[in-house]
């Protein structure tokens, strides 16, 4: 929200015409992506406002829990203003620039509307994944789906795409590795009670019913 004016300044500094900026993209509903676009708007008024629908569903809803606006186990509460999406955007849509496009793609995970998209060797990757393999918070009152996260991250590493701009910190290699060890780590959580609000099943119950039928003692 702060710094909307300062990226806009920066635009015009490449000698951009403000006025051929054609869209102001919500990557998702998260508040400190889209906390700037009633800013942005105002700067950019031929600009349209495009979202995935269940990130529009979020945000027109201003749904603060979904959005990350209001945490109150970490003293977390941030302005979300309410938004209104001027165009949905989908998986296998395309956002037309001059000469070129981005393809969007519907990579669900973090957040249940969170989009990439692609440009060539590039791939604009929202909170997918970071430079240190980190992935975008699973939070289940965020709409974080771990088998939905694994699909997003094993789409990327085998897209042929070369380079990640997630949004936040530095662009990095779409490295096979990299991309590895966080599904590997993805898919423990899937079975782990330490994501439990987004795991799919936890062995250890099963484990535990299967001895009691054999009548094993807990502490032979
Ligand atoms: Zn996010």
Known sequence: EDTVDELIDL??????PLANCRYLVATHADADHVQGFVRAKELLPSAQLVAHPHARRILESNDRIAAFAEIPAQQ???????????????????????????DVWHTPGHAVGQLSFRFGRLLFSGDNIFRDGCVGSIDAHHGSDLPAFIRSLQR?????????????GPAFRNDRKLLQSAIDRLDRYQHMADFGTCAVDWPL?????????RGVHPTS
């Open 11 to 16: 635009i015009r500094q490449m000698d951009f």
């Open 76 to 102: 977390i509460s941030i302005n979300l203003p309410a938004l209104k999406i001027d165009r949905d955007i989908d998986e296998g849509d395309r956002l037309e620039l001059d000469g070129a496009g981005l």
């Open 156 to 168: 990327i590493q085998g897209s042929g795409v070369e380079w990640l701009l997630p949004s936040h």
């Open 205 to 213: 119950l099963d484990d535990w019913e299967d001895e009691l039928a």
